[in-house]
């Protein structure tokens, strides 16, 4: 299921991604779904908590498919 989440900036990190696309709730919560090895960028497991995300990157969690667009 693919959704589409606009940035104004050059970059966002990955856990402030997640708050934003409302996947997380708290930074804390959005710590504990990397850490849990269910996100992936760009088809490639993600660790990194504050891996930075570029427009044209895209991060799966479970069924969900967010595409960073430039806004």
Same mark, same amino acid.
């Given at each position: 299921e693919r959704h589409d989440f606009a940035i104004r900036t050059e970059f966002i990190r990955? $856990?402030?991604f997640l708050k934003y696309c409302g996947l997380a709730e708290t930074g804390g919560?959005?710590?504990e779904i990397?850490?849990?090895g269910i996100v992936s960028?760009?088809?490639t497991p993600c660790?990194?908590?504050g891996k930075k995300l570029y427009p044209g $990157?895209?991060?799966t969690?479970?069924?969900y498919e967010l595409h960073v667009t430039a806004e």
């Open positions: 990955l $856990d402030q919560h959005a710590k990397v850490a849990e960028v760009n088809g660790l990194q908590r $990157d895209i991060v969690v479970e069924q």
